[in-house]
Each structure stands twice: as C-alpha cells, then as structure tokens.
C-alpha cells in the first residue's frame, strides 16, 4: 500500500517532528496532509519521564493542537503489562510514579525498600545516585527487573543525553544484570495496541522514527511499514549494524509530504 493510501501513522517524535523545542519545517503540513487524506496519527513515544498531559502542552506550545486520544507511550504500555501482585521500586520520573499508581501499581520508595519484589526502570530525568544504589541493593537480592524502553540517548539541542537504555548498561555491570523484559519499541506491543484502538491493519500502518534499533525494529517486528528519518539520532550506517530494514530511509518529514502529495 502506497504512503498516500495509509489510514495509519504511527509517529515518534522528538527527533522526528521536532529537536528539544525545535518545530521542524515540515510537521504541521505533514500533520494536515495525513487528517485531509482521511488518515489518523497516533505519536509514539518511549520517554517514560512525563506523562501525556506534559506532550500536549509542549505540542501547543510547537502550535500543535493534540488530545489525549493522540498519544501512546511505553508507560501506557508498560502499565497495561506490568503484575500488579508485585511491589515495584520504581526508578524513574514523579510522572511515571503518578501513571503507574493510577494504573493500580503498587510501588515502594526507599524508605520501605524491602517491600519491593521488583524494579522497574524508567527514563529518569531526576535520577540521583541514590536511586542508582537502591537498584543495586535489590537486583542484588534477585527480585525482578523491567524497564520501560532500551532507547540510549535522547537527543536534545546540544547533542544527545543518556536517556533508559544508557541506565541499563550501567547496572548491568553494577549489579550484572539485565531486565528481564523491556517495554515500548522495538517491541511490537506498543504498535499492536494502537492498531487495535484506531481499528487499522498492519497493511494500513506505518510507523516513522529516527532509530534503527526502535522505531524501524518496532515495525519490523510488528510486520508494518516504517520510515527512518535521518534528522534525529539514527544514521543509514544503523541500519546494517542492528540488521533491521525500513521501507523508506527519507532526509526529514518535509521530503515524507512531498513523497506522500506526490502519491507515493
């Protein structure tokens, strides 16, 4: 099925519509262009530091008009899956905390530490090395481990920052472990979830990102169409290192509308 016939976009987006707080030429009209063909776009994202209100008022501020409805992430996802028989020593954001408790997630803090059954580790953006030592002491004591995304930076203005991924590498030679499952891209739960909201086939879908080993591996995995858009942190170099294929490798989101108008 051709670009311009997808009922379906399933958008990442800083990197991808936009760089910290950095509209890229291009987003709005390919936004528009998707509603008037009759399509849908649904944002992705696997930043589980804030929550989806923070997204549509950064999306405003862009001139980005959003509803809730519009946004899925990987602590959506991550909440849908979580147990909720265990106690989680969250390693992550007040937001993430905030998500999961409304979910029904019971988490502990470091007071109560020996409450915890689990860890789950998020995007922290207020990470102090305190929380780094809470984790050790409990993948020490061998409870479970999850993380919400694998993702290893997040670009920002001056570059990149270490964002979930980066985490688990360090623990992984601290505590010499690894999380027992991952949520969000690449895995193909947070792309199903959003075909079955918005009624759509895999066939109709196609995904659009600037990592190989997230975004394009997510399509690859859920068996949809992807694009990679080199504006952000991925390079055409990933793509044979992490061994997954988009369908399209496009400069910006300004050469996917004039691809998409011109009926590709």
């Given at each position: 099925?051709?670009?311009?016939?997808?009922?379906l976009?399933?958008m990442?987006?800083?990197?991808t519509l936009?760089l910290?707080?950095?509209l890229?030429d291009?987003?709005?009209?390919?936004?528009s262009?998707v509603r008037?063909?009759?399509?849908?776009?649904?944002?992705?994202t696997?930043?589980s530091s804030r929550?989806?209100?923070?997204y549509?008022?950064?999306?405003?501020?862009?001139?980005?008009?959003?509803?809730a409805?519009d946004?899925l992430?990987?602590?959506?996802?991550?909440?849908?899956?979580?147990?909720?028989?265990?106690?989680?020593y969250?390693c992550g954001t007040?937001?993430?905390?905030r998500?999961?408790?409304?979910?029904?997630?019971?988490?502990?803090?470091?007071?109560?530490?020996d409450?915890?059954?689990?860890?789950l580790l998020?995007?922290?953006t207020?990470l102090?090395y305190?929380?780094?030592?809470?984790c050790?002491?409990?993948?020490?004591r061998?409870v479970r481990?999850?993380?919400?995304?694998?993702d290893?930076v997040c670009?920002?203005?001056y570059?990149?920052?270490?964002?979930c991924g980066?985490?688990?590498?360090?623990?992984?030679?601290?505590?010499?472990?690894r999380?027992?499952?991952?949520y969000?891209?690449?895995?193909?739960?947070i792309?199903?979830?959003?075909m079955?909201?918005?009624?759509?086939?895999?066939?109709e879908?196609?995904?659009?990102?600037?990592r190989?080993y997230?975004?394009?591996?997510?399509?690859?995995?859920?068996?949809?169409?992807?694009?990679l858009?080199?504006s952000?942190?991925?390079?055409?170099?990933d793509?044979e290192?992490?061994?997954?294929?988009p369908?399209?490798?496009m400069?910006?989101?300004?050469?996917?509308?004039?691809?998409?108008l011109?009926?590709?």
């Open positions: 099925m051709k670009l311009s016939e997808k009922k976009f399933l990442d987006m800083d990197g936009y910290s707080d950095t890229f291009g987003s709005k009209d390919f936004l262009a008037k063909q009759g399509g849908r776009y649904v944002f992705l696997n930043n929550g989806t209100d923070s549509m008022e950064k999306m405003a501020r862009l001139g980005i008009e959003t509803e409805d946004f992430t990987s602590a959506d996802v991550a909440a849908a899956r979580l147990d909720k028989s265990e106690v989680y969250v007040g937001s993430l905390k998500q999961l408790r409304e979910a029904g997630i019971r988490i502990a803090e470091t007071e109560e530490l409450r915890a059954t689990a860890v998020g995007y922290d207020e102090t305190r929380k780094l030592e809470d050790c002491i409990l993948l020490g061998g481990y999850f993380a919400t995304h694998p290893m670009p920002t203005w570059g990149s920052a270490p964002d980066s985490v688990i590498e360090m623990l992984a030679v601290a505590a010499k472990r999380p027992e499952r991952i969000g891209k690449p895995q193909p739960d792309a199903y979830a959003a079955e909201k918005f009624g759509c086939t895999p066939e879908t196609c995904i659009v990102g600037d190989v997230t975004d394009i591996a997510c399509g690859v995995n859920a068996g949809i169409d992807s694009v858009m080199l952000g942190e991925g390079t055409v170099e793509i290192h992490y061994g997954y294929e369908t399209y490798v400069e910006n989101i300004r050469e996917l509308y004039c691809r998409m011109a009926g590709e």
